[in-house]
């Protein structure tokens, strides 16, 4: 069984950075960082693989990066030139053993004009 622990969220001004963090317990092996706004749909916003390829929403590109440490079991959301938009919740997602699909609890992201 797999468990993912979401830090990092917070209230931040346009043009502000953050960065999520996320440890997993378990056997994993894509990993990533979905988000959900009120009355919105749940949206990817960035993935990495085992081996450290990534890929983004074109909304984020350039913006957004994302990591991961292998040895920690840990992905990383590095977030800079925020903008309203970005406000969410940012759920942290692993795929393990026989691609079952994990979610974190969720942490809030909030970016003020």
């Known amino acids: 069984q797999v468990q993912l622990v979401e830090s990092g969220g917070g209230l931040v001004q346009a043009g502000g950075s953050l960065r999520l963090s996320c440890a997993a317990s378990?056997?994993?092996?894509?990993m990533g960082w979905y988000r959900q706004a009120p009355g919105k749909e749940r949206e990817l916003v960035a993935t990495?693989?085992?081996?450290?390829?990534?890929n983004y929403a074109d909304s984020v590109r350039g913006r957004f990066t994302i990591s991961r440490d292998n040895a920690k079991n840990m992905v990383y959301l590095q977030m800079n030139s925020l903008k309203p938009e970005d406000t969410a919740v940012y759920l942290c997602?692993?795929?393990?053993?026989?691609?079952?699909?994990?979610w974190g609890q969720g942490t809030q992201v909030t970016v003020s004009s």
């Open positions: 378990g056997i994993i092996f894509s």
């Open positions: 997602y692993a795929s393990g053993v026989l691609k079952r699909d994990y």
């Open positions: 990495v693989t085992l081996g450290g390829s990534t």
